[in-house]
């Protein structure tokens, strides 16, 4: 089975769509983080210099002193206000940090790949290297060499889910190094926090993120291979993604839903305004998220029972 993955990694690493979209996404992912950094430092900064101004605005001599008594009755309200701003833009900018940290860079980029941008992906790279296997008809030289279709359909979905971990890892790595040597001193954010935390937040947030893309990518591997033209294998991924996230606040049944369920896996939250504005879950439940992820991982199970009986009981190319 390792050959016959390593052999479809390959293929597909040298796959001229799979490559474009690689460098897309590295420059999409570096510009989204930049684009944050920027609004998260200027957010900060701003409400900062706010309050100071507030804090020393009613000494100025250009008051008059019913002015001035007005402004010293305000003053305690303004800056209350002023400060729950500066919470929750110091949380926003330190979540933005994340991409100026040598470790941390991997939270944001997991968090990308796992959103809207990183599942498009690996539906178009799998909508192309799989169904369009069987458009082209290239299809039958693949099973003359691995006479087993499911063999060949799971080392497919290993193949792109290990094309998307390693995406996921050169695009933190350029993040990371134009973090830490330009947008450190371009854009100052509080840390991320001490190392044992960023290192306990990073490795959770990469398992939750691996265990969704393998759950993406097997479900966009057995749509190609059951809908077997590569348009409407993109175009039927891109709907059933639009469902999946358009699902994911229904009352009741919104946390147990693919989009509920997967969005509190990967620790998304709603100031994370880069991917979380369209992609959270609004119904909360005191279930753990792994547990909420079964019906899920269900639904993908069915997909494959379905292809393997098609498989069965239809010609195989």
Known sequence: MTPLVLGEYRRLCRHPLAMTLAVLFVLGSLYCALGSQSSASASLAAVRNNIETVAQGCGTALNTPEQKARCLKDVPHDLTVLRQYEVTFTEYGRRAANGQHPVAALTWTTKLATSVPGLVLVVLVAAFFVAGEWSRGSIVARLLYEARLGRLLTAKAVAVW?????????????T?????????????????G??????????TVLLAGAAVLAGAAATA????ALLRLPLRTALVGVLLLALVLQTSGLPGVGAWLPGGALSDLVGFGGVDNVWDHIWISTDPSTAPAPLRAVPTLVGIALL???LHRRSRTRDLV
């Open 304 to 306: 494959w029972a379905v």
């Open 162 to 174: 290990m094309w998307m971990l390693t995406l996921v890892a050169v695009s933190s790595a350029v």
């Open 221 to 224: 591997v057995v749509l190609g």
């Open 194 to 203: 001490p190392l044992g935390r960023v290192l306990v937040e990073t490795a």
């Open 176 to 192: 990371a190094t134009v973090g830490v040597l330009y947008a450190r001193s371009a854009f100052p954010l509080p840390s991320p």
